[in-house]
C-alpha cells in the first residue's frame, strides 16, 4: 500500500494547542511520527534572563497556557528555596486552595477536550461550563480569570475576599453532586468504552525509559509517585488524600484516575477551608524596593505536581544582579509529547493519535518555552 | 521520614568514589554535586543502578565570564525521594559533551534542545543536530549570554512605521512638573492627616 503524508494540527479538533504530529501512514496504521513543536516558541527562558525577579511573576504563567498556577508556584518555591524565606502560614493554605481549584479546572478541560477528537460534544460542554464556574471563583479571588498571577515569591498577593468560602463549598457540593453523571458521560459510557479502551497502551518500561511523570506513571506502575505524598511541599502533609493507581495502563484508565483525582481534590479543598488559620500572606523575600530585590547565588530546582507530572523550574542566581542568571522549565509533558510520539506512536491507527495527546496531557505551550 | 538518610546515602554513594568539586545540600530533599566532565557517565550509571531511574531534566548554563558552559543533570527516584543535581563545566569554545543517551534514552530530546539553544555537541545522540523548534535560524545559539535579541530582531525585521499620530483626546495641556507638584502636595496633605 502506498505511504502517505498526513498532518494532525496544528488547526484539528483533536490537537490541543499549536503543535503538529507529522504522521507517514499506510492504510490507517501510522508508520512513522513525529511531533513538530516550534509554532508557539515566545523566548521565556531569555526573556526571564532580561527581567527582573518581580517583573517574572507576570510572565511565568504564560509559560502554560490551561495551567498557570503551578508555574506561580514552582517559580515562588524556588526563590523561597535560594532566598530562605519561610512563607506564612497562611499564604500555604491559600496556595493549596488554589492549586487544587486549577487541577480539578484542568482535569475537566482534559475530560472534556476528550470529546473533541472522539466525537463526545456533550462531555465538553458539561466540563467547559463547570471550569467556567472555576474561572468565576479565581476571578473574584486573584481578579484575573487565566492568568492570575496570584501565588508570588514570598506568600500570595492578597487576602481572600470574605466570603469566597461561601462560593467554593457552592461549587463543591454541586461537582460531587453530578460526579456520577460525569462517569456515566465518559468512562461508564456503553458506547463510548470500546473506543477509549485497550488503545495506546503504556507498559511500565516505556514510562521508565521516556520518563513519563504524573498520571501516565501511576496509571501504570501502581505506586503512588505523586510529589505531594513523596516530598511534600507547602502543607500537603497535614491533609489526607489518597492517590488513585493502577497497573493497567490504557487510555480509558488514564481518564478514570483523572475523575477519582476529582473527588481527591474535593476533599483537600475541604480539609484546607476548615483548617486555614488567621495571620499575614505575604513577606518580602529581599529588604528593599521590589525592583532591586536581589537573590543569592545558588542553584535550585524547584518542582511541583502538576496535572500531568512532575512540573518544575531550575534557577540559577549569580547572587550580584536583579535578575535571574539562568531560568530552565521543565515541562511536564515533555517525554511523552516529543520521544513518546517518535517512538510508541507508530503501530496505532490515526483515529488514536489524538487519543495519546489528550490522555498523555501533552501540551505544546510547555514544549515551547 | 528518613530523607535526610537518603541525602547522606547520596552522598555516600558519590563521594566515596569521585573526586567532587563542590557538594550543597539545599533542603532534604535535593542535593548537588559539581565533579568533572570525564566522571559524568560513571555517576550517572551507578546511580542509575542504585535506583535514580528517571531523569528529569538536562540542560546548560552559558558562563561567560569564565569562557565555560555548564551542564545539569537532574535525577529522580521514586522510592527515595531525592532529586540530585550533576553538574560538570566544559569548555566554551567548541564545546562537546558525549551523549547519555545509552543510560538515560529520555535525555534525546533535551540533548537536541541543548545543542539548538547553547550550540553544545552530543556526540553518540544520533540526531542532536536536527533542528526542534527554531525553525530557518541563522544567527549563533539563542540562549547564548552574548546574543542579543535586540539587536537580532532590529537586523532581521523591518521598523514599524505608524502612520496615525497620536492625538490627546482630553486635550489637556499639564506639565510634567505641575503632575509631580500636585502629586507631591497630596502626599504632604495625606500625611498631615488633611490639616492645613
Redesign the interface.
Known amino acids: 500500500m502506498r505511504e502517505l503524508k498526513l498532518f494532525l494540527g496544528p488547526q484539528h479538533p483533536g490537537m490541543h494547542g499549536n503543535a503538529s504530529v507529522h504522521m507517514f501512514v499506510e492504510g490507517d496504521i501510522i508508520k512513522k511520527s513525529y511531533l513538530l513543536?516550534?509554532m508557539l516558541?515566545r523566548?521565556f527562558?531569555?526573556g526571564m534572563e532580561?527581567h527582573t525577579w518581580v517583573n517574572n511573576i507576570s510572565l511565568i504563567p504564560r509559560v502554560c497556557v490551561v495551567e498557570p498556577d503551578i508555574n506561580e508556584m514552582a517559580f515562588a518555591m524556588g526563590v523561597e528555596?535560594l532566598t530562605k524565606v519561610e512563607v506564612p502560614e497562611r499564604a500555604h493554605w491559600i496556595r493549596m486552595i488554589i492549586l487544587e481549584l486549577a487541577r480539578i479546572s484542568i482535569h475537566l478541560m482534559a475530560y472534556g477536550g476528550l470529546g473533541g477528537p472522539t466525537g463526545n460534544y456533550t462531555l465538553m460542554y458539561h466540563a467547559h461550563a463547570d471550569r467556567n464556574t472555576i474561572l468565576n471563583i479565581f476571578e473574584k479571588i486573584t481578579g484575573h480569570r487565566i492568568y492570575h498571577q496570584y501565588i508570588v515569591p514570598g506568600g500570595v498577593r492578597k487576602d481572600l475576599p470574605i466570603g469566597i468560602e461561601k462560593d467554593i463549598h457552592a461549587f463543591l457540593d454541586d461537582l460531587e453532586s453530578r460526579y456520577t453523571e460525569y462517569r456515566d458521560l465518559g468512562v461508564e459510557n456503553a458506547s463510548f468504552i470500546p473506543r477509549i479502551k485497550d488503545t495506546i497502551m503504556l507498559p511500565e518500561e516505556v514510562v521508565?525509559?521516556?520518563?513519563v511523570?504524573g498520571v501516565g506513571m501511576r496509571s501504570a506502575v501502581n505506586?503512588p509517585?505523586d510529589l505531594r505524598k513523596?516530598?511534600p511541599y507547602a502543607r500537603y502533609d497535614q491533609v489526607e488524600f489518597d492517590v488513585p493507581v493502577s497497573d493497567y495502563s490504557d487510555a480509558r484508565c488514564r481518564v478514570d484516575i483523572k475523575l477519582k483525582e476529582l473527588v481527591q481534590c474535593i476533599g483537600i479543598i475541604r480539609q484546607c477551608l476548615e483548617k486555614i488559620p488567621e495571620g499575614p500572606v505575604r513577606v518580602p523575600i529581599a529588604p528593599g524596593q521590589s525592583m532591586r530585590w536581589t537573590v543569592p547565588a545558588?542553584?535550585?530546582?524547584a518542582?511541583v505536581e502538576s496535572s500531568r507530572g512532575?512540573f518544575?523550574y531550575?534557577m540559577?542566581s549569580d547572587g550580584k544582579d536583579t535578575h535571574p542568571?539562568?531560568v530552565?522549565v521543565?515541562g511536564a509533558s515533555?517525554?511523552q509529547g516529543?520521544?513518546g510520539i517518535e517512538k510508541y506512536l507508530p503501530g496505532t491507527r490515526i483515529d488514536d493519535a489524538a487519543l495519546w495527546i489528550d490522555t498523555m496531557g501533552v501540551c505544546s505551550p510547555e514544549?515551547?518555552r | 521520614m528518613n530523607?535526610i538518610n537518603n541525602v547522606e546515602y547520596v552522598s555516600n554513594v558519590v563521594e566515596s568514589r569521585f573526586t567532587v568539586n563542590k557538594k550543597?545540600v539545599?533542603?532534604q530533599?535535593?542535593v548537588?554535586f559539581e565533579v568533572k566532565k570525564d566522571d559524568v557517565h560513571q555517576i550517572l550509571s551507578i546511580l542509575k543502578l542504585e535506583g535514580w531511574?528517571?531523569?528529569?531534566?538536562l540542560?546548560a548554563?552559558?558562563w561567560i565570564a569564565e569562557n565555560e558552559f555548564e551542564i545539569?543533570y537532574?535525577l529522580?527516584n521514586?522510592e527515595k525521594?531525592v532529586?540530585i543535581?550533576i553538574?560538570t563545566r566544559i569548555n566554551r569554545e567548541n564545546p562537546s559533551m558525549d551523549s547519555i543517551l545509552p543510560i538515560?534514552?529520555?535525555c534525546?530530546?533535551?540533548e537536541r534542545e541543548v545543542h539548538e539553544?547553547f550550540g553544545v555537541k552530543f556526540p553518540g545522540n544520533p540526531d542532536y543536530h536536527k533542528q526542534?523548534?527554531?525553525?530557518g535560524w541563522d544567527d549563533m545559539p539563542?540562549?547564548r549570554k552574548d546574543?542579543d535579541?535586540r539587536a537580532y530582531s532590529d537586523a532581521h525585521f523591518s521598523k514599524r512605521e505608524y502612520s496615525e499620530t497620536f492625538v490627546n483626546i482630553n486635550d489637556e495641556k499639564v506639565s510634567k512638573q505641575k503632575k509631580r507638584l500636585s502629586r507631591k502636595e497630596r502626599i504632604l496633605n495625606v500625611k498631615k492627616g488633611g490639616k492645613k
Not at chain 2, 531511574?53 to 531534566?57: E, F, K, M, T
Not at chain 2, 526542534?132 to 525553525?135: A, G, I, Q, R, Y
Open positions: 513543536p516550534g516558541h523566548g527562558e531569555k532580561r528555596k521508565w525509559e521516556l520518563g511523570t505506586k509517585y513523596v516530598m545558588g542553584h535550585v530546582y518542582c512532575e518544575g531550575y540559577v542568571y539562568r530552565g521543565r515533555y517525554p516529543l520521544l514544549i515551547d | 530523607s550543597e539545599i533542603d530533599y535535593q548537588s531511574i528517571q531523569l528529569s531534566y540542560s548554563i552559558d545539569v537532574i529522580m521514586w525521594p532529586h543535581q553538574r538515560f534514552p529520555g534525546k530530546y533535551y539553544m526542534l523548534v527554531l525553525e539563542p540562549l546574543f535579541p
